[in-house]
């Protein structure tokens, strides 16, 4: 967004604000030490425990069930109220974030993708990242087809094979499942490796899910079975996308699913490639799912729409700047 639009949206959030008091929903995706993360999605264990620390002192942190009463009743939240949300189904997710908020006796609520659980195989991102960056001897250029489309990259140095991996990863970002698949296959070959993932990457297996689901402080939701943009989907694969995971989870944990949130779930889209759409949402209805996020910076409201409900995404910020972060959230 430009300066101008920025400005809006802000001051547009301000009055909202004044107008009701907002509640906060907050996305992260892992909560471990990693020694790269590009895509910035790891907070560390000691700045997730400050992080839930300022929250139960601050704010009013609301486990799933009770904030889905208030937006199916369409009642103002009570003061500062905060929904805590993970996406994707990391197995850190269990092994290091639910220690931490037993401990701080937070809830959550965690959105899984299906398809990768129980393997050993890595998210297309950092299966990507795992090709690129890790330091393995690479030819010195990259031409790959991608949905018909040639591309070439230069993977020469570590520098120009970085900018590969941010220019594929916003290529594949907007890809069909298949397409992303033959895209990792034809890496694999290029780069001489196979498609084992790293254990620092791996989703939870069902055992870990299921001990998870089994906390007090814990709701499952549901994130698609292989995490497409589904906006980029015909209706009847979407429905399909996200009814699998559905499937998957429901059984797996013999509980009826409620909740979801779209993969990346950007408001913003590049043309005509979009995050979710309105058949994104008739196929949430249709699978009778009852509250839906997304991932854009915003507050809820009485009159926000509960099948795309805005996120703030939250990075690895010690104690004093997720103060500041959240006095902000709760006002712009
Ligand atoms: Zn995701």
Known sequence: MGKLSDLIFSATNFVANKIQRPAVILLYHRVTDLSADPQELAVSPANFDAQLQHLQSSYNVLDADRFLHYVKAGKPFPERSVLVTFDDGYADNYLEALPIMTQRATPALFYITTSKLNTSKEQWWDDLERVLLTGRPLPAALSITINGVAHHFNTATAATTRDAYYDLQAILRFCAPDVIDQAMQYLYTWAGCDGEGRPTHRMMTF??????????????????????????LPYAQQLQEIGQSKEILESLLQERMQHFSYPFGGRKFLGSKRYYNADSIKACRELGLEMVCANYYGQVHTWSNPFALPRILVRDWP????????????KL
């Open 207 to 232: 055992d870990e899910l299921k001990a998870m689901a089994a906390s007090k402080y814990v709701r499952i939701g549901c994130h698609t079975h292989r995490h497409p943009a589904v906006g980029m």
């Open 319 to 330: 104690a004093d700047v997720f103060r500041q972060k959240m006095e902000r959230f709760f």
